[in-house]
């Protein structure tokens, strides 16, 4: 058994758009921290909720092997990792517990904007790029769709300039970046925002209590909020 532990640890993204508001949100439930010197680490001084600060991919992988309790990420990264670590397994070891209310944005897929876009069947035989491959897969077994995925780690958005790809699947928010790279968006897969992500098995110690405590104080600011 894992020792028990009596301090909740939260990850949150380091640097990026969801650090500022995600440290925002926190502060609004009361917390304060003291920070480490490599910044990596900040001690809760207000209540024993540390956190640990860290790239936004890494924060469903730390939840799964219980280094960290809580993190705050977006669905899309976490919808994502949970299709890749579940293999169809159905023993997903964290899940989605809030929907937080900012870093909004769609998970679209884009097509040169000289195609006329006559639906989805259009998609079969070409070559999508995308940095979500787990989730436009299952998107396109579910539609029938035969399609090969192009998985890139960035600029997914140049790849049908450079020829790697005839569309792409990414992230939407202002839709500026499709029009600068001649692409319009046709279909969404995932309406996505930032969210409070956490195991699906309860805390077996004071950590229960904690985050029991912490959802209290959020949910009561998320109701200000709407
Ligand atoms: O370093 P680290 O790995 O932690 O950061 P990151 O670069 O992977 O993530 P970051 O900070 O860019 O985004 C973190 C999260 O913000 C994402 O996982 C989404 O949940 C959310 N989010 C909200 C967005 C956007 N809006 C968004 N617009 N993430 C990325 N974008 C991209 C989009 O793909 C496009 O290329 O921003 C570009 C501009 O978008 P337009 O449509 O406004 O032009
Ligand atoms: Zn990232």
Request: glycine letters at 10%; one cysteine or more; charged letters at 20%.
């Amino acid at each position: 058994l894992p020792a028990a532990r009596d301090r909740l640890r939260v990850a949150i993204q380091k640097s990026g758009r969801l650090s500022e508001p995600a440290r925002a949100l926190l502060a609004s439930c009361g917390l304060s921290w003291r920070e480490s010197r490599d910044r990596l680490f900040c001690y809760g001084e207000t209540l024993p909720v540390d956190l640990l600060l860290v790239r936004d991919d890494d924060i469903p992988g730390l939840i799964a092997d219980g280094v960290c309790d809580l993190g705050i990420v977006g669905r899309n990264v976490l919808a994502e990792q949970i299709l890749q670590r579940a293999n169809g397994s159905g023993q997903d070891k964290y899940r989605e517990w809030r929907a937080l209310g900012f870093g909004g944005c769609r998970l679209d897929i884009a097509v040169p904007e000289g195609w006329s876009w006559g639906g989805p069947a259009q998609l079969q035989g070409k070559r999508i790029a995308t940095s979500y491959p787990s989730l436009l897969q299952a998107w396109l077994r579910e539609q029938n769709i035969g399609a090969q995925v192009v998985p890139l780690s960035g600029s997914v958005e140049i790849a049908p300039r450079l020829g790697q790809a005839d569309a792409i699947c990414d992230l939407v928010s202002s839709g500026a970046t499709l029009a600068a790279n001649q692409l319009k968006p046709v279909l969404t897969l995932l309406q996505s925002e930032a969210v409070l992500a956490g195991p699906v098995a309860p805390f077996a110690d004071a950590r229960a209590e904690l985050a029991a405590l912490l959802l209290r104080r959020l949910d009561g600011v998320l109701r200000l909020k709407h």
